[in-house]
């Protein structure tokens, strides 16, 4: 009976369904005779509905059912690894490995957690070591690129192990795709675009290809190419997500804001907290002067800043920022930013919210109150942002930012935040210029092209331990600044839990 529920719980994840997963496993799964395969398929029940913490406890009761279990510790690896647990899931994943399931799936946990260790040169043995088994791994071959381009800011760094991979399967979409990324996070728009035309010359039947090849048209743009490569995406999978937003941006790049703001309807009545479609269809609002975007626009009561409270244990502020300060900077050790993020010009250290270090959780738990407050300031109301108001919240994401002179945060917004923020650590030069407003946080510049251009409607000067909290559905950046010195920022998500 077991094994038949088991493989029912699988097959409930596999489409889609892991809610029912949960719901059928649940009473079994609690029970302190339950075997290693149904501990397994509940925690992966578990990851699938977001409750990565909770899933853990059930991966580490089924190695303790099934020591010997090689796939019971390669979950448990992955589940470490999804927390950042490095050292652990390293171990896990070695386990795993000794036990005789030396996949390349294995050897991505291991190199990510080699990564989190700062451990880069073995990072990318485990890396190739996949690639070695599986040559066009898509999650490998994107791991190593990034990995080598953040320890260098070296394209053809980055892009040697691809280069070889096109030259070798030519037809093969898959590197060219991450090849195009590459080179658009390293500020070469044309070689992406010419990477993702000779991709969809090849392979015009690949939806993913053709998402790229469109954003890759519009960063150079080409906006009626844009149009027409998102038209025929969305025509391909017009219920798809990805297809409605890249067709979404291309209509607001050809000035068509009324079916933008129609289609992003659309995709917010099948995902109503999609950050992503708010913003599109805010976007499309300001453009047709609809004032039911005016709730969004209203930026004296959507961003908040204030001074950070004192960490307890601490004589002030000064000395608390002082030591956090030279903590970040010691882990800031690389020598760019990673791909598909906002950061250009920079460094970034990820999944600080789930960091064990003192220091940071002392930041967090001082973050956590004026997160309250902001909260509680911003009052009640049937918008699609007070109505996830609530005092019973989580941090979803932390991390540190290192910018260099010139360095910037491109507009972007968090698809799947609630409330973003922005720390202001350590600040070079001067940031007061009220004319140039160099290194402000910015908000309302769209981070995609629009007809008319839109420019920035609100802005915050930085300035040391202020904290300034906002909406995640907010388009929002960074000026360039120029000076010798580095500005560094810790900024984190929250969400309703």
């Not at 703001?261 to 300001?286: C, F, G, H, K, S």
């Not at 598909?340 to 064990?356: E, N, V, Y």
Request: glycine fraction near 6%; hydrophobic fraction near 45%.
């Amino acid at each position: 009976m077991i094994d038949s529920l088991t493989n029912q719980a699988w097959t409930l994840i596999d489409t889609g369904r892991a809610a029912d997963a949960l719901r059928l496993t649940t009473a079994h799964a609690l029970s302190p005779q339950a075997p290693a395969g149904l501990l397994m398929a509940h925690a992966a029940a578990l990851k699938a509905v977001g409750r990565p913490d909770d899933a853990l406890t059930f991966n580490r009761r089924a190695v303790a059912r099934a020591p010997g279990d090689r796939f019971a510790w390669y979950n448990l690896a992955a589940t470490l690894g999804d927390l950042t647990l490095n050292a652990e899931a390293e171990e896990a994943a070695r386990k795993t490995i000794a036990l005789g399931l030396d996949v390349p799936e294995v050897r991505l946990v291991l190199g990510k957690a080699l990564q989190g260790l700062r451990r880069y040169d073995e990072a990318e043995q485990a890396f190739e070591a996949a690639l070695a088994a599986r040559p066009l791994d898509a999650a490998a071959h994107l791991e190593l690129a990034q990995l080598r381009w953040m320890r260098t800011g070296q394209t053809e760094k980055a892009l040697a192990r691809l280069d070889q991979a096109i030259a070798r399967h030519p037809n093969e979409t898959g590197p060219r795709l991450i090849r195009g990324a590459v080179l658009t996070f390293a500020g070469d728009h044309a070689g992406a675009d010419a990477t993702l035309e000779d991709a969809l010359a090849r392979a015009p039947e690949d939806l993913l290809v053709r998402i790229a090849a469109a954003r890759a048209a519009g960063a150079q743009g080409d906006r009626a190419r844009m149009l027409s490569h998102a038209r025929e995406a969305h025509r391909r999978a017009p219920a798809a997500s990805e297809t409605r937003s890249v067709l979404c941006e291309a209509l607001l790049a050809n000035g068509e804001a009324d079916a933008a703001a129609r289609l992003a309807e659309d995709m917010i009545a099948a995902a109503p907290d999609d950050q992503y479609a708010l913003v599109l269809r805010n976007t499309a609002w300001r453009i047709l002067d609809d004032p039911r975007g005016d709730v969004f626009r209203d930026h004296a009561a959507l961003v908040r800043t204030e001074r950070l409270d004192t960490p307890e244990g601490w004589p002030n502020l000064d000395a608390f920022l002082d030591a956090l300060r030279e903590r970040l900077l010691e882990m800031h050790d690389l020598e760019t930013h990673p791909l598909h993020q906002s950061l250009r010009g920079g460094t970034q250290i990820p999944s600080l919210d789930r960091s064990q270090d003192p220091l940071v959780r002392a930041f967090f738990a001082s973050a956590r109150k004026s997160v309250a407050r902001y909260i509680e300031a911003l009052g009640p109301g049937e918008d699609p942002i007070r109505r996830r108001r609530t005092q019973d919240f989580a941090f979803a994401g932390g991390w540190s930012v290192r910018l260099k002179s010139e360095g910037f945060h491109a507009d972007h917004v968090h698809p799947r935040g609630w409330i973003s923020s922005a720390f202001y650590l350590d600040l070079p030069g001067r940031f007061d210029d009220e004319t140039t407003r160099a290194g402000w946080l910015r908000f309302g510049r769209p981070g995609c092209l629009t007809e008319p251009a839109l420019e920035a409607e609100h802005f915050v000067k930085p300035e040391r331990g202020t904290l300034a909290l906002f909406p995640s559905c907010l388009w929002h950046g960074t000026r360039p600044f120029s000076d010798a010195g580095h500005r560094l920022t810790v900024a984190f998500d929250v969400v309703p839990r």
